[in-house]
């Protein structure tokens, strides 16, 4: 009787210490705790090796050479949903800050324009008949993944410039998000013109693209889960030509402290949910919004595009710009132009 | 005469002389530029545009009178300066950047018709065109750029942009900085409160001018000569019409007080 009521007690005890270290090793991922775990692992644990460099993978921090991985898990479990997501994250307005950015970027070159009056009539030779056939802009969009704005540009181009001959490179390191642009790039004219193309490729080294080929880099909400930004930023300046456009539209601070409570709630409450209910896979958009909260403010990320060597378009008598604020710094366009001088 | 040398140093402390002006641009690189809304030689303000920015702005310029103030002159100014049409993302407000760098060099170039060669600085010195003479010559030149730069047919283009809300702030800043400009060339030193009606019956009479002009036919743009002419006519009129009201609204105050206290009211 007595042994039997021992051993009863010893098995419950036994069944807590498991439930108990279960729930200890699951991190739960609310706002407050998110907020805490912010401020607790902003150091790099010790007890690694010390050649290991680390960064942050969300509020987590990661060696650097499984943040590629953990990243390339999250939009691998995502691509088929990413544009749908979207819709419900941004209420929307994530379309209305792509067109912008495409607008405010004017791609295309008109081919009427800059054919005629450029080209003297008297060169008859060969190899001065090239320029009279106007070439388009090389732009490489890199993290374009799905080619939400690789579409815009080339609708822009040949809208707004009449020009059929500027083309996009689409480059991504995640191969179900580039499967899921060529399914949209099937139905549009673009991918048989050979205007669109769709490449593999890690962001911080584009073997693949030659020294000063690239008119135009852009890239849409992408370079905050860049391991290294520094290194991608002077990847993008080697590909680019002297006088190509370094463009980035990505999530950054917002300015007013009411509305960044009020945006606060929503990206760690709301966006994880959403995430739960449509995409089935919560961790995934928790690390979203916290990406977002570790990249660095509009101030900070254009003096690093500066540090690359890039020019910025600051406003007259207005130093230190060199970006454009979206929805109240929910999202930011950075821009930054390669000198013909080497500057570094 | 020993009062006139100390008038005449004054003068040449405010309004160096050229052989003075190279004493001054080499403290240049020892103090410090800060931005500051008041003319100062040893603060000078920094160049606003980038050597980049300078080479593209300048070569639109040129494209002006064909294109008009546009995108595309600014994209055929990048091809021309050895950039490529993508690198006019450098001006995030297009048309209206060019806009802004015409009327900042037009303004600028001002000093130069001041103290460049044959400039009006050795004509001044004699010291007998009064202050308003010499802000009439300067508006002259002024109107005179317009003119010789060939933008003046595509100025209404201009206007139109500057006319657009978001711009209105920026254009009214470059128009008193232009007011501004002119006075302190031509050697204005008042500190009083006519500062201020100055710059702004100055400004309103060059932005008036400037229309004028867009629809000037004759030689050497005669008519608006003539146009400005009256303007600054109309504005002494003003003057003195505002004085003598003035004077009248004083005297009745002074005499009213002193019936009051002839009467026995303490004041």
Redesign the interface.
Known sequence: MNSISISRSLRRLERLQRLHSTTLSQQYRCFSCSIRNQHETTKPPTSSSQSANYTHFGFETVAENLKQGKVAEVFSSVASSYDTMNDLMSLGIHRLWKDHFVR????G??PI??SAP?SSPSTSSPAASSPSTPQG?NILDIAGGTGDVAFRMLDYASRIHNDSTTRVTVADINPEMLAAGRKRAASSPYSRANRLSFVEANAETLTTVPSSSV??YTVAFGIRNFTNIPKALDEAYRVL?????F?CLEFSKVNNEAFNWAYKRWSFSAIPIIGQLVAGDRDSYQYLVESIERFPDQATFARMIQNAGF?L?????E?GGGY?DLSGGIACIH?G?K??EDTK | MNTKTAVRLTRQLRHPLPLQRTTIISRRQVVPSS?SSYHSYDHPT?P???D?AKSILSASLNHIPEHGFT??SL??G??DA????????????GAF?LI?YYL?TSRLKLQDSVHGRDGHEQQWASGKIDVKERVKTLVFDRLRFNKESGVIKRWPEALAVMAQPTYVPQSFAELSRLADDIYFLAGDTSVDTTWYTKRASLAAIYAAAEVYQTQDQSAQNADTRVFVDSRFKELESAQTGVSSVAEWVGYTTHSFINVLRSKGAQI
């Open positions: 405010s970027l004017d791609p070159i008109n324009l800059f450029t802009l008119d135009l030509k002297p006088g190509g456009v463009a020019e378009p600051a406003k007259v008598g130093l454009e821009k132009v000198p013909l | 931005t920094p606003p545009y980038s980049t995108r595309k994209s055929l990048a091809k050895g950039y490529l049409s993508i690198s006019t993302n450098l001006f995030p407000q950047d802004l900042a």
